[in-house]
């Protein structure tokens, strides 16, 4: 990684790490959870409605509710700050060493990894694992490719101490980059939180409490695959940019299978200021 680039990383979690310290705990997310079953299945699905509703545009990718508590949950120290940063510039070398041969992510530049890849998987962080402080949770990331968002969340999830519980799942076919995969946390000492499965979707038995996806199928290829991976109160969220044509996509998808799946969407603002959306699915399946 050149100087400037590292630099650029700087500043990106600089920025991060602001908006962490600026935002205030979600509703309490935590503490709702405690109150309808402590941690596990019980305490995610019970806290589902409690803030949904409430979900602002908010910079960052910080919801409303993430404001005005008695504190943040997602607030980190210098040290966990820096343990971060160490992992997403090893996580960046990992990408520009392969690159070239693997064909990992369409970037011209390095700035352009790190703002269009690495600072677009971590904004909306604080919305995906709002339902997750302080839970055991199993995280899945489908159609891994380069890691992401997975690998970003997972490194964040790391160094969050009320996020201890988050154990992720990289979902991947590829072997090529389902190796690419394995070395990056093995890297990253990321072994003991992250694991690689190598299998297509239609092949993944197990099911998750949080699923992402970026830049993967559209979802009516995917319904089927999903509602086995899912169950009552599982989250999933599809990052989207302005100019997707959502309303079409969560349309086939009822079409397809209808009242499988709970739909909503998330604004939020990406790093460079652009508006962003998650498209969240809560499974309703028992």
């Given at each position: ?45 019970a806290?589902?409605?409690d ?5 602002r ?6 919801p ?16 966990s700050?820096?343990?971060l940063f160490?992992m997403?510039?090893v996580?960046v ?15 011209k530049?390095?700035e352009?990894?790190i703002?269009?890849h690495?600072a ?5 962080a604080?919305?995906i ?10 995280f899945?990331?489908l159609?891994s ?5 997975g690998?970003p969340?997972?490194?964040f999830?790391?160094v969050?101490?009320?996020?201890q ?6 979902v991947e076919r590829?072997?090529r980059?389902a ?6 946390i ?10 690689v ?5 239609s ?8 699923i ?16 086995k991976?899912?169950r009552?109160?599982?989250e999933?969220?599809?990052?989207k ?5 959502i ?9 397809e ?5 709970k739909t ?5 603002k990406?790093?460079?200021g ?12 028992d």
């Open positions: 990684m050149q100087k400037s680039t590292e630099t650029l990383l700087e500043k990106f979690l600089s920025d991060f790490f602001l908006r962490l310290s600026d935002d205030e705990s979600a509703c309490d997310a935590s503490d709702s959870h405690r109150k309808n079953g402590g941690s596990g299945r019980s305490g995610l699905s806290g589902l409605d803030c949904k509703s409430d979900l545009s908010a910079e960052g990718g910080f409303e509710t993430l404001k005005g508590g008695s504190g943040n949950p997602f607030r980190i120290g210098s040290a700050e820096s343990a160490e997403l510039r996580f070398n990992q990408i520009l060493f392969f690159n070239p041969a693997y064909k990992l992510v369409s970037v530049t390095e352009e990894l703002e269009r690495i677009d998987s971590l904004a909306p604080a919305l694992f709002r339902y997750a402080l302080g839970n055991e949770i199993k899945a990331d159609g490719g380069a890691g992401l968002p690998i969340l997972s490194s999830a790391s969050v101490p009320a996020l519980g988050v154990r992720c799942t990289l590829m072997g980059r190796g690419f995969l394995r070395n990056s093995v890297q990253m000492k990321l072994i003991d939180r992250v694991q499965v190598e299998k297509d979707l092949d993944v038995s197990e099911t998750f409490d949080i992402t996806f970026r830049a993967f199928r559209r979802l009516k290829d995917v319904a089927e695959g999903l509602k991976i899912t009552r109160g599982s999933v969220y599809v990052y940019r302005t100019g997707e044509d309303r079409t996509e969560i349309d086939e998808l009822n079409a299978m209808p009242g499988v799946f909503s969407v998330l604004p939020y990406t790093f460079t652009d508006e962003a959306f998650l498209l969240n699915l809560t499974g309703l399946q």
